[in-house]
């Protein structure tokens, strides 16, 4: 079965740091661009940084300069770099593959995901 399993989350001052990983199963990884996304209570899932399976990364403007995203194609594995975080940044964080011949389609269904909590 083709999953995603997200970790790394948690609990975080202002100003910290997180890593998150997301392990992939199946043979396709390295074949598809890998996303990070993430959904705070009542607001809908939100883009946060791609990586390409050509290696080209996209940030959304709210974390570009704080958050790095990278991927290892030998481990099936994406990772989110987040450094600088805001209370803004709260929320429970996803990966996943979007499918480009078919916007809001993905190629993995979706993980549990890993709660990232930025508070004092």
């Known amino acids: 079965q083709v999953q995603l399993v997200e970790s790394g989350g948690g609990l975080v001052q202002p100003g910290g740091s997180l890593r998150l990983s997301c392990v992939a199963s199946g043979r396709i990884f390295g074949l598809v661009d890998m996303g990070w996304y993430r959904q705070a209570p009542g607001r809908q899932r939100e883009f946060v940084a791609e990586v390409t399976s050509g290696g080209s990364r996209h940030y959304a403007d709210s974390v570009k300069g704080r958050f790095t995203i990278s991927r290892d194609n030998d481990k099936k594995t994406v990772y989110l770099q987040m450094n600088s975080l805001k209370p803004e940044d709260t929320a429970m964080y996803y990966c996943?593959?979007?499918?480009?011949?078919?916007?809001?389609?993905?190629?993995?269904?979706w993980g549990q995901g890993t709660q990232v909590t930025v508070s004092s």
């Open positions: 996943n593959a979007p499918n480009r011949l078919r916007v809001g389609d993905f190629f993995y269904s």
